[in-house]
């Protein structure tokens, strides 16, 4: 599904990124949930002009394309992903609270 999109800066064929950090820097555990449609250029291109997430790093990359990766991929995720055991599980209040997610009452 992710990876039949367009690049979204600059809609070129994608690639799949999993996003695994928020944009301060703080990591999360991988998930084939967590991703967004990159092309080559923008997800792995690690020398030259640095314009991919690799590169740059998910707060750079937020601060040149206006693009929060994270809240991307979590606003494309399933909504039984969104609601998930994963997604209470995430560690640091930091990114359940930039997301708007808590845990749910038992």
């Known amino acids: 599904r992710i990876?039949?999109?367009?690049?979204?800066?600059?809609?070129?064929?994608?690639?799949?990124?999993?996003v695994t950090a928020t944009r301060e820097g703080v990591r999360i555990t991988r998930s084939d949930f967590l991703t967004a449609p990159l092309c080559p250029v923008h997800h792995q291109v690690q020398h030259g002009p640095h314009e991919s997430g690799e590169a740059l790093g998910h707060g750079s990359f937020a601060s040149l394309y206006g693009i929060d990766l994270l809240a991307w991929a979590f606003s494309a995720a399933p909504p039984e992903f969104q609601?998930?055991?994963?997604?209470?599980?995430?560690?640091?209040?930091?990114?359940?609270?930039?997301l708007g997610i808590g845990r749910k009452a038992a």
């Open 3 to 18: 990876a039949a999109m367009p690049c979204l800066i600059c809609g070129a064929p994608s690639t799949v990124h999993h």
């Open 83 to 98: 609601d998930s055991a994963y997604m209470n599980s995430l560690s640091g209040d930091y990114v359940k609270r930039s």
